[in-house]
């Protein structure tokens, strides 16, 4: 069984930065693709990020794009969302998730969820 378990979450003002982090126990991730998801109020939950196993190739949505980066260090089974230039629409909860089988030009479809940490960027 594995455990995803996030960190880093908090209250923001708009402009500012957060890293959020999420580390793996239970069975070593470094072979498995690792992203990020988001719920906000009201919302359905929406991708956000992935990086391959290797840590050679992420992918981030439009909404995003140039303002995160996720990255990994499978030495700590550990994956980062650094943040920037945060908006108040970033607001949600943050999700850390794992797929087995993810590489560039696949749907991210996770094998395995966190339980979330809240970002909340105030106007």
């Known amino acids: 069984q594995v455990q995803l378990v996030e960190s880093g979450g908090g209250l923001v003002q708009a402009g500012g930065s957060l890293r959020l982090s999420c580390a793996a126990s239970?069975?070593?991730?470094?072979?498995?693709?690792l992203g990020w998801f988001r719920q906000a109020p009201g919302k359905e939950r929406e991708f956000v990020a992935a990086?391959?196993?290797?840590?050679?190739?992420?992918y981030s949505s439009d909404s995003v794009k140039g303002r995160f980066t996720i990255s990994r260090d499978n030495a700590k089974n550990t994956v980062y969302l650094q943040t920037r230039n945060l908006k108040p629409e970033d607001t949600a909860i943050y999700y850390c998730?794992?797929?087995?089988?993810?590489?560039?030009?696949?749907?991210?479809?996770?094998?395995?969820w966190g339980q979330g940490t809240q970002v909340t960027v105030s106007s």
């Open positions: 998730a794992a797929d087995r089988l993810w590489t560039l030009g696949q749907p991210f479809s996770p094998d395995y």
């Open positions: 990086i391959r196993w290797s840590g050679d190739t992420t």
């Open positions: 239970g069975r070593t991730l470094s072979m498995y693709g």
